[in-house]
């Protein structure tokens, strides 16, 4: 299992920077390729054209990847097309946006199946929030907020390749870390919060702490004996084990 969950940051939609090619050079290292082919899901967006553009620049023609597109919504590929481009990728790069409607669309076509088929064969897993925290069991997500501006966070169970909750932009909205404690408070085991810039490499059954600003980072947060824990994962660079990481101590 090879995934990298970025929390947030940019890559240079108009009018914004670019935040994350550091942790994004990593994820292109961890293929051992120069030119790793990338396949892009934008479900999350819609399928949105604008995002597919942004991810070819960037990818594409600043980091040197032979990127190809997965569309799920403005197609409607076959399950052996889907099998294609999926098992055919050496990066599997999920957009940002609607973590709900991206799992509900992903178990409709069966993407859900075929991504955990090609995670045993090792294929590279990353993404930005929503991209990020499909990967674990649950996500914390304002999916709702898309129809209702003043919808609280929801949990949404992802694939469950990571035994965790994800919280993403820990950091950057407000609402996340109140959202968060009371959202464990229900949910059993830990979550991982992290903030813009900040992503969670796991190598099989290791994990390290990855950044591309300072001052940004990622946490545990639990219930244990009636208690809120909120407990910051140091980022050494070093890969420690992942199963230290998930328990509540």
Same mark, same amino acid.
């Given at each position: 299992?090879?995934?990298?969950?970025?929390?947030?940051?940019? =890559?240079?939609?108009?009018?914004?920077?670019?935040?994350?090619?550091?942790?994004?050079?990593?994820?292109?290292?961890?293929?051992?390729?120069?030119? +790793?082919?990338?396949? #892009?899901? +934008?479900? $999350? %967006? %819609?399928?949105?054209?604008?995002?597919?553009?942004?991810?070819?620049?960037? #990818?594409?023609? !600043?980091?040197?990847?032979?990127?190809?597109?997965?569309?799920?919504?403005?197609?409607?590929? %076959?399950?052996?097309?889907?099998?294609?481009?999926?098992?055919?990728?050496?990066?599997?790069?999920?957009?940002?946006?609607?973590?709900?409607?991206?799992?509900?669309?992903?178990?409709?076509?069966?993407?859900?199946?075929?991504?955990?088929?090609? $995670?045993?064969?090792?294929?590279?897993?990353?993404?930005?929030?929503?991209?990020?925290?499909?990967?674990?069991?649950?996500?914390? %997500?304002?999916?709702? !907020?898309?129809?209702?501006?003043?919808?609280?966070? =929801?949990?949404?169970?992802?694939?469950?390749?990571?035994?965790?909750?994800?919280?993403?932009?820990?950091?950057?909205?407000?609402?996340?870390?109140?959202?968060?404690?009371?959202?464990?408070?229900?949910?059993?085991?830990?979550?991982?919060?992290?903030?813009?810039?900040? $992503?969670?490499?796991?190598?099989?059954?290791?994990?390290?702490?990855?950044?591309?600003? +300072?001052?940004?980072? $990622?946490?545990?947060?639990?219930?244990?004996?009636?208690?809120?824990?909120?407990?910051?994962?140091?980022?050494?660079?070093? #890969?420690?084990?992942?199963?230290?990481?998930?328990?509540?101590?």
């Amino acid at each position: 299992m090879k995934i990298v969950a970025v929390g947030g940051g940019e =890559i240079g939609r108009p009018g914004t920077p670019i935040e994350t090619e550091k942790i994004d050079k990593e994820t292109i290292k961890l293929s051992g390729k120069k030119h +790793p082919k990338l396949l #892009f899901i +934008p479900t $999350a %967006s %819609s399928d949105s054209e604008g995002y597919v553009e942004v991810i070819k620049r960037y #990818f594409g023609k !600043r980091l040197g990847c032979r990127v190809d597109i997965l569309y799920l919504l403005k197609n409607k590929p %076959s399950r052996q097309e889907i099998r294609k481009k999926i098992m055919g990728a050496d990066i599997v790069y999920a957009g940002g946006g609607n973590t709900l409607k991206m799992m509900i669309v992903w178990r409709k076509s069966g993407v859900d199946k075929i991504l955990k088929e090609a $995670a045993r064969k090792g294929t590279i897993f990353s993404g930005v929030s929503a991209g990020a925290v499909c990967w674990f069991n649950y996500a914390n %997500s304002d999916s709702r !907020r898309f129809t209702n501006p003043k919808a609280p966070m =929801i949990r949404v169970k992802g694939l469950g390749l990571v035994p965790a909750l994800c919280c993403p932009h820990y950091n950057g909205e407000w609402q996340r870390k109140p959202a968060l404690k009371k959202m464990m408070k229900k949910t059993a085991g830990v979550a991982i919060a992290l903030d813009n810039c900040a $992503a969670m490499e796991i190598v099989g059954n290791t994990y390290r702490i990855i950044t591309s600003k +300072p001052h940004v980072g $990622a946490y545990r947060v639990f219930w244990s004996k009636g208690k809120s824990h909120h407990e910051h994962i140091l980022s050494s660079g070093e #890969f420690l084990p992942l199963s230290e990481l998930m328990a509540k101590t």
